[in-house]
């Protein structure tokens, strides 16, 4: 879970543990179910963050992409 409050800071410093409080368990669910495809989907949501793609919601956008990865 460090790891994705790590990520969430970089989008928003201020507000990474209340978006944590939000979607920690859904992290967490995810992890559990596969260790290795939610490492991959932070990843892509940390270059986003850092590409300034996402524009409302790291949490949706982490919803969308582990629907679209294998």
């Not at 944590?20 to 368990?25: E, F, K, M, S, Y």
């Not at 989907?41 to 949490?59: H, N, T």
């Amino acid at each position: 879970m460090e790891d994705v409050v790590a990520v969430l800071s970089k989008w928003f410093p201020d507000g990474a543990r209340g978006e944590l409080a939000n979607w920690g368990g859904w992290w967490r669910n995810r992890h559990r179910e596969s260790p290795d495809k939610a490492r991959r989907v932070l990843g892509e949501i940390k270059s986003m963050i850092l590409e300034r793609r996402i524009r409302s919601c790291p949490g949706r956008a982490a919803t969308d992409l582990w629907k679209r990865l294998p």
